[in-house]
């Protein structure tokens, strides 16, 4: 079956830090680009960051509000995209998903993170 | 960075009849313009791709259309399980990738 399960969200203080996964099977995780996405409570989508394929360089795209504190990586041998989020704030609270490919076609059920002292 | 704007934030439709979600780009994508469907509690589900195919699992009653700066979603005959929220994506030019801020649709 292809899919992705997310894992590694809670609750943390600002300031904090906290690593997600996301674990891929089903397909050729690979020569997929990965990216992760979020979704405050009650608001919209927002694109977080991209990795490609490491055959590519495995190079990164972040989007403004998370750039320099959150970093995206991928094992392929463990078929496992994270992402690792650093000084964590209030408006970083959201359901984070993991997606696939240039238009996101594959999407996990996402994890919980939130940001609260 | 360009911005996606959905019209109307609610629609609200009868059994039976057609829904049309619009999304506008601030400048163009070609036609590199994707729509999801989330229903509550789920996960976006990818429903259209390259503004007019349709994925795999979706009814033909579903239809996109459109290029440049102007899209529409088209439901031909709205059904009671088509409620949800519709987002629309622009991956033509990245990053960022740019959400719409998506279109409820409720049963009138």
């Known amino acids: 079956e292809v899919q992705l399960v997310e894992s590694g969200g809670g609750l943390v203080k600002p300031g904090g830090s906290l690593r997600l996964s996301c674990a891929a099977s089903?397909?050729?995780?690979?020569?997929?680009?990965m990216s992760w996405v979020r979704q405050a409570p009650g608001k919209g989508l927002e694109w977080v960051a991209l990795?490609?394929?490491?055959?590519?360089?495995?190079?990164?795209d972040y989007a403004a509000p998370v750039k320099g504190r959150f970093t995206i990586s991928r094992d392929d041998s463990k078929n496992t995209l994270y992402l690792q989020m650093n000084s964590l704030k209030t408006e970083d609270t959201a359901v984070y998903y993991c997606?696939?490919?240039?238009?996101?076609?594959?999407w996990g059920q996402g994890t919980l993170v939130t940001v609260s002292s | 960075e360009i911005v996606m704007t959905q019209s109307p934030a609610t629609l609200s439709v009868s059994p039976g009849e057609r829904a049309t979600l619009s999304c506008r780009a601030s400048?163009?994508?070609?036609?590199?313009l994707a729509w999801y469907q989330q229903k509550p509690g789920q996960a976006p589900r990818l429903l259209i791709y390259g503004a007019s195919t349709r994925a795999t699992g979706f009814p033909v009653r579903f239809s996109g259309s459109g290029s440049g700066t102007e899209f529409t979603l088209t439901i031909s005959s709205l059904q009671p399980e088509d409620i949800a929220v519709y987002y629309c994506l622009q991956y033509n030019n990245w990053p960022p990738w740019t959400f719409g801020q998506g279109t409820k649709v409720e049963i009138k």
């Open positions: 089903g397909f050729d995780f690979s020569k997929a680009w």
């Open positions: 990795i490609k394929t490491t055959p590519d360089g495995g190079p990164t």
């Open positions: 997606t696939t490919n240039l238009y996101f076609d594959l």
């Open positions: 400048q163009s994508v070609s036609s590199s």
